[in-house]
């Protein structure tokens, strides 16, 4: 199992950089401090259920149903019709009001936002841990040992992504508790409506945030392999962080721009990064579905690993 | 001599059709302290690179302990404990740390043998301090000590002594010797201090321009047969007709004189005898730069 003992060194190299920890401490005192806007601006916008709430979301509907009829039928809006009809149709009928009393769940869905510094800062780990090696010199030592190139390249590259993972956890973890301290858990037990193959079904919150933290990680997942190729190519981090950003931020609007014009744009990687739009919402080209995303993301993936890994392999080590 | 434990056969390295290293074939046994000469840019580093696995081998190949470089890099390198150029090491990381993170790497090396090492450089007093409050001297001293730890049977050092003070300058040779003499490892070494290197080496391989000039004991290499012998008489002219059957020079008042070691009691008997005094008669031996230079130069 020597992987693992890869896998730990390159972990302790990350955990034992001063940076590391302030990136942590920086993503929990944000989700602290948006916690405590939220609460302390409760009196400005209180959502207030009343009674009334029945009949708006059946004006709500009605229209939805007008507009359903006046839709064409490869309108992508139908199916987003057709949900948030069947939701609202749920909740007359069993009496589950629209808007909930802030509580710890709508806490850590609207701290879901800060996955993007989480993702952020992966970027920053994923492009440094190669390059840092060849700036610092220390990839000399690290490649006259008993492995493969491709073994130390793979534990590099594990580790960052298991960077992610874990800090997408405590961002979790740290919403969780903050937001029990300072909302406190739901009254009685609100469930999550999902719409699911034409019906609405009642999920556990608890599932729903998770897949919703899961899923908002795949674009940081992506960009981090991303960047992680450019510095192992160009054995330069600033690029890598700077492509990567550009992308973070830009990426989605551009491939929006182009999509309005070109059906090739659903071939390009952040049409497909965000995988929530076949569940809440329309798809961004008409035609794809899931699996089409699936496999684009694939495809990107292995690209991105094989370049990294062979121009790892081969090349000279000159630092 | 000991087996041979490192064999190069036909080390080449081109790079954009530019030879740089030529067709190296030559062998290094255990027990030796093999030390590798040349002027910058003769291709020094790159072989060592080239054996260590950092840089590819276009032709050749290079066998270490019967495991070949090329074909079964993991086997071969297992052998190997080398610093290229500055070891550098992970300024954040204790010392300690440093020697955990390779010690990971290798199965067995235990919480003692990082001590012993450690005891061996003499840094048992800095090893828990984080590397960049270390000298260069100390940094040094811990990238020989990440070399030993895994007990390989040959030693690649480039330029051992960068940084040290004579006294670690001479604590490092006895060590280097040491370990050849009581593990048996062979050791070879990459440096441009000519004057250690002949202290330090048994055995040296001469570089030029990629290609292999020469390798000689350094013995050969200082003392040939025959040697220029410097007396210093009290009549110059008289010597020369004296010693007129050798080649004689002379340079700032002494006679240089081409002799091989029986000439000598011939040479003194004859100027005692013609009533020439005699005040001193020393060999002028070449230094190991002399004979580099010369070698290099051609």
Partial sequence: ???????????????????????????????????????????????????????VLQQDTDSLKKDLKEASKNDPNRKFIEKNIAVNEYRIKHNIAPNEERNVWTFIDSTSDVIVLVGLFTIIIAANIVASEFNWGTIKLLLIRPYSRSEIILSKYLTSILFGLVFLAVLFCASLIIGLILFGPADGNPSYLAYVDGHVEEQSRLLYSAKLYLLSFIETFMLATMAFMVSTIFRNNTIAIGLSIFLLFMGNVITTIVATKYEWAKYILFANTNLMQYMDGAPLVEGMTMVFSCIVLICYLVVFLFLAFYVFSKRDVTA | MGKSIVQMKGLTKVIKNKRIVSDLSFDIYEGEVFGFLGPNGAGKTTTIRMMVGLMSITEGDV?????????????????????????????????????MQYARMVKGITKEKIDEVVELVGLTSAIRNKVKTYSLGMRQ???LAQCLLHDPKVL??????????????????????????????????????????????????????GQLVGVQTVNELINEESQTYIVEVSDISAAQKVLSKYSVEINEGDIYVQASREDVPEIIEKLVHAGIKIYGIKVNSKTLEDRFLEITNV
């Fill in chain 1, 1 to 55: 199992m020597t992987m693992i003992k890869l896998i730990q060194n390159e972990w302790i190299k990350i955990i034992k950089r001063p940076g590391t920890l302030v990136m942590i401490a920086l993503v929990i005192i944000l989700v602290g401090v948006v916690g405590a806007f939220t609460k302390y601006s409760e009196g400005k916008s209180q959502q207030v259920t009343n009674d009334k709430w029945k009949q």
């Fill in chain 2, 156 to 209: 690649i050092l480039d330029e051992p002594t960068n940084g040290l003070d004579p006294a670690g300058i001479r604590e490092m040779r006895d060590y280097l010797q040491k370990l050849t003499r009581e593990k048996g490892m062979a050791i070879i070494v990459s440096s441009h201090l000519l004057s250690e290197m002949e202290m330090m080496c048994d055995r040296i391989g001469i570089i030029q321009k």
């Fill in chain 2, 141 to 143: 001293r811990l990238g």
């Fill in chain 2, 63 to 99: 066998i270490i302990n019967g495991n070949s470089i090329k074909t079964d890099f993991e086997k071969a390198v297992a052998n190997i404990g080398a610093i290229v150029e500055n070891p550098e090491l992970y300024k954040f990381l204790s010392g300690y740390d440093n020697l």
